[in-house]
């Protein structure tokens, strides 16, 4: 099982800010893309940005790109996602898991709980 902590999601309003970490091994770490996933109510999952292991490349979103940044701290063994300019389209439950796809993340059963971000006054 490959299931990551996250943790971070709090209600915040219109225009502000949060930050998701995202807790897992040095191993997965080492080895594995982390991507940051999110599902509001009534819509499917889907994808929001993904770091790569060895090089690090970044993929975003169109609908989060120049609002969120995705980073790893490899002392501390996470991965942070810094949203900033929150909307309440943003309001979703937030995943994180070792595979940049959500069809992948769904085959391997990477799902862990999730943390609630609310945007809302």
């Known amino acids: 099982q490959l299931q990551l902590v996250e943790s971070g999601g709090d209600l915040v309003q219109p225009g502000g800010s949060l930050r998701l970490s995202c807790a897992a091994s040095e191993f997965v770490l080492k080895y594995y893309p982390i991507g940051w996933f999110r599902q509001a109510p009534g819509k499917e999952r889907e994808e929001v940005s993904c770091?790569?292991?060895?090089?690090?490349?970044?993929f975003y979103a169109d609908s989060v790109k120049g609002r969120f940044t995705i980073s790893r701290d490899n002392t501390k063994n996470t991965v942070y996602l810094q949203m900033n300019s929150l909307t309440p389209e943003d309001t979703a439950v937030y995943y994180c898991?070792?595979?940049?796809?959500?069809?992948?993340?769904?085959?391997?059963?990477?799902w862990g709980q999730g943390t609630q971000v609310t945007v809302s006054l």
């Open positions: 770091i790569k292991s060895g090089d690090g490349s970044i």
């Open positions: 898991a070792p595979a940049c796809s959500v069809n992948i993340a769904t085959m391997y059963n990477y």
